[in-house]
């Protein structure tokens, strides 16, 4: 499995807008048709890699917890299908199931979405403020598959919270770490 770090977006960047399918519908969203009222979180992710998997229980956790306090949620996967059939939209329709997963799992078969986000990894997590600026992106938190710190989302949770309640975020941002994407 290879460690590769998100690439950092500089904060204040605007969203990127995009219109994908949705796994677990059918239906093509926007951007805008998913943003939340208080801000948005995209990730990317996949259903093969085990920082994924390592993380995959917590981030619903999350999503369901914030989604409600007016946080849209959208998961991304734009790994090359071809080359990791297990990442293609059959796939992710049956990942999400498994995992409950009830916000939007998009898939980016071009990869453009991906690129224009300067997406690095999964997980990748880039939250937006209510005007679309880039407000954290990087880490869940200090876990890591095999690395014995236990899974919390601090790291996203407290992003989140101070986007939410207008407060600065107390620690640095640090890169999230995972699998690479995998490019065409």
């Known amino acids: 499995m290879a460690r590769?770090?998100?690439n950092m977006l500089p904060l204040g960047t605007l969203a990127p807008q995009f219109k994908l399918k949705d796994t677990n519908s059918n239906f093509e969203?926007?951007?805008?048709?998913?943003?939340?009222?208080?801000?948005?979180?995209?990730?990317?992710?996949?259903?093969?890699?085990?920082?994924?998997?390592h993380v995959i229980e917590e981030v619903v956790?999350?999503?369901?917890?914030?989604?409600?306090?007016?946080?849209?949620?959208i998961a991304i996967s734009s790994n090359?299908?071809?080359?990791?059939?297990?990442?293609?939209?059959?796939?992710?329709?049956?990942?999400?199931?498994?995992?409950?997963?009830?916000?939007?799992?998009?898939?980016?078969?071009?990869?453009e979405v991906a690129k224009a986000f300067d997406a690095a990894c999964t997980p990748d997590f880039f939250l937006f403020d209510n005007q679309d600026k880039l407000f954290y992106r990087g880490q869940?938190?200090?876990s890591r598959?095999?690395?014995?710190?236990?899974?919390?989302?601090?790291?996203?949770r407290n992003?989140?919270?101070?986007?939410?309640?207008?407060?600065?975020?107390?620690?640095p941002q640090?890169?999230?770490?995972g699998c690479n994407i995998k490019w065409k």
């Open 4 to 6: 590769t770090l998100s």
């Open 145 to 156: 598959p095999g690395n014995g710190i236990t899974l919390s989302g601090s790291d996203l």
């Open 174 to 177: 640090k890169p999230s770490i």
């Open 29 to 53: 969203y926007s951007y805008n048709d998913l943003k939340g009222t208080k801000g948005t979180l995209v990730m990317f992710i996949c259903n093969h890699c085990p920082f994924v998997l």
């Open 140 to 142: 869940l938190d200090d």
């Open 159 to 171: 992003a989140i919270d101070s986007l939410i309640y207008n407060r600065n975020i107390k620690n």
């Open 80 to 111: 090359d299908a071809n080359a990791y059939p297990q990442d293609g939209p059959e796939f992710m329709t049956e990942f999400a199931f498994t995992h409950k997963i009830d916000f939007p799992y998009l898939y980016d078969e071009t990869q």
């Open 61 to 73: 956790m999350i999503a369901n917890d914030y989604r409600v306090q007016g946080i849209g949620v």
